[in-house]
């Protein structure tokens, strides 16, 4: 009996603190009316010095897994798509994993630029379908202003931070996400890329003084690409899921730039209330920008059982990548009391739990060194 992975369980985090297109106006040469035109962006939500990648990610899929009423311990496998990772190494889905409980768990993050989230989405999909995992925590966190150059106006103006969770669990029941189209084209690579700190050019004055640490971006030329490949891949995974184009009840696209995504909608045929647009408010979220859109898509009533959905995304790599649904999820009540406080106790003792691992490997690395300079100490005596 074939299996199918369902949505089940959704969340998003936003950071509080705002800069609107204003605010920017203020130390680079660009306006509030020049912004909305070129882009359709009116502010972005930037993080703290405390708030993270890892921290973002976090918040969402603790909503996410309140939503799907599954406790931590049953999850099988984190997927954290980013491309500001909170390190190069450990993954940031570990940090998740180990903050949530998620004892079982196996963990790793995914860097595809901002098709990371349906590329996640879609792997995880995968192995539910084939038998290896049967409940997925996916995650798109970025905190993208801090690889953001301020001074350079062709770039500061488009992005913000913010993460987005889903829970993905196997059913019998036919739905969910049904097809998937990933497709890269690396010659196109030094497009999107922030250049510093690999192995090719490794941290050091040299990069930071070049400011090889920043976005760096080919607009046009992206432009071009992203309003080629977004309207392809959707028409290929709406194929490859059987469904006439007519069918989709809502398109959800990956949130970078107003002209490309009402381009794609064009090229689709598709009415405006069938495409959710929320770029005004956060900028682009990189692999964020999916299922942030997505939440308030359904907090907006415009996703019920039954739907059928088209995600679709362009991003580093290049990359680009789309997937089908059938959504099947009903929109969940108010949590009770109870069971938020419930919840937050198990996050807290997740916490404890951590503590002690991470003591007792202290305490075992001293007892291991004192037994180390003891058994050195006795062939003298």
Known sequence: MPRYAHIIGWGKYVPPNILTNDDLAKTVDTTDKWIREMTGIGQRHIASSKET????????????????????AEIDLVIVATATPEYVFPATACLVQDALGAERAGAYDLEAGCSGFVYALSTAAGMIRGGMYNTVLVVGSETLSRVVDWNDRATCVLFGD???????????????????????????????????GGSKHPPGPETVLSKMHFIKMNGREVYRFATRVMASASRQVVEKAGWPLEKIDLFIPH???VRIIDSA???????????????????NTSAA??????????????????DHLVMVGFGAGLTWASCAIQWSAAKPGVT????????????????????GWRLSRRIDAIVSKAIELTERKAPEE
Not at 53 to 72: C, S
Request: charge should be neutral; proline fraction near 7%; aromatic fraction near 4%.
């Open 53 to 72: 990648t890892a921290l973002m990610a976090l918040h969402a899929a603790r909503d996410a897994i309140e939503v799907a009423d599954v406790n931590p």
């Open 162 to 196: 913010g993460a987005g969770a889903i829970v993905l669990r196997g059913s019998d029941e036919p739905g969910g996400v049904l097809a998937s189209i990933l497709g890269s084209d690396g010659s196109g690579g030094e497009l999107l890329m922030v250049p510093g």
């Open 336 to 355: 009770p009391p109870q069971k938020a406080a419930a919840s937050r106790l198990r996050y807290g003792w997740s916490g404890i739990k951590s503590i």
């Open 255 to 257: 949130q970078a730039n």
């Open 289 to 306: 920008s999916i299922p942030i859109a997505l939440c308030e898509a359904i907090d907006a009533g415009k996703v019920k059982a039954g």
């Open 265 to 283: 909608a064009r090229a689709l045929k598709l009415p405006p209330e069938k495409v959710f647009v929320n770029l005004e408010r956060y900028g």
